[in-house]
């Protein structure tokens, strides 16, 4: 079946810092890659929408400067959380098309926590 | 008002009991429907689509009434393992945006 490695699982950085999680389909083209973001006992929340080989579209209330996304290849989409706050820990996971059946899959998720 | 409501629960059931859950979205136009289950600190995983007819998948049965704008989830015979929250979730535009319910926590007991 379709297959989206996340790494890293969990990180822990300091205030400022910047953290790069990536996104990469294993057996499958993953033209759209969702990001989502899941604080404590609330549900997943979208973050923005990237298509290989242009720019991401962001949600309402995401900043787009501080949430990095590069969709360069068909197989991999990364997002950088840049000048990470203790806010900005949280759970982030990525979604991508598997256009096969109109199924979606999930990374396994990223647990940041910013100290 | 949220675009996909849930109660949160936790709904707090015996093994082998029946419980059923119900989501309701705004949007009239939404096109697509799942279940999803979470396990604590895991993605999500898709447990069923729903579709207009209703489907059943072993102990699984899911409905969708689009006039009242709700889907419910049905589970029977409760096992210890079903013990997750369930995520109702709405694609509003073909595929190009899910929306999550805040989910609905099962725990099962002995």
């Known amino acids: 079946g379709a297959v989206v490695s996340q790494h890293p699982s969990r990180v822990i950085c300091k205030s400022g810092t910047s953290v790069k999680i990536e996104c990469r389909s294993l057996?499958?083209?993953?033209?759209?890659m969702f990001w989502y973001r899941q604080f404590p006992k609330q549900s997943l929340m979208l973050m923005a929408t990237?298509?290989?080989?242009?720019?991401?579209?962001?949600e309402q209330g995401v900043e787009k400067d501080k949430f990095l996304i590069n969709h360069a290849s068909l197989t991999l989409s990364t997002l950088t959380v840049t000048s990470a706050h203790p806010e900005d820990s949280s759970f982030y996971i990525c979604s991508a098309l598997t256009g096969t059946n109109y199924g979606y899959t999930f990374g396994s998720g990223t647990r940041l926590t910013v100290v | 008002r949220k675009e996909v409501e849930q109660d949160p629960g936790p709904f707090n059931v015996p093994e082998g009991a029946t419980v059923a859950f119900n989501c309701t979205y705004s949007n009239s136009a939404s096109q697509s429907f799942f279940w999803y289950r979470q396990d604590c600190r895991k993605e999500p995983k898709l447990l069923m689509s729903v579709y207009s007819s209703g489907n059943e998948d072993g102990r699984f049965t899911a409905q969708l009434n689009r006039a009242s704008q709700y889907i419910s989830l049905l589970i029977r015979d409760s096992k210890l393992s079903d013990s997750a929250t369930y995520l109702c979730v709405v694609d509003n535009n073909a595929g190009n945006m899910l929306t999550f319910g805040g989910g609905t926590r099962l725990m099962v007991k002995p």
């Open positions: 057996d499958f083209q993953a033209t759209t």
């Open positions: 990237s298509n290989e080989g242009s720019k991401a579209t962001y």
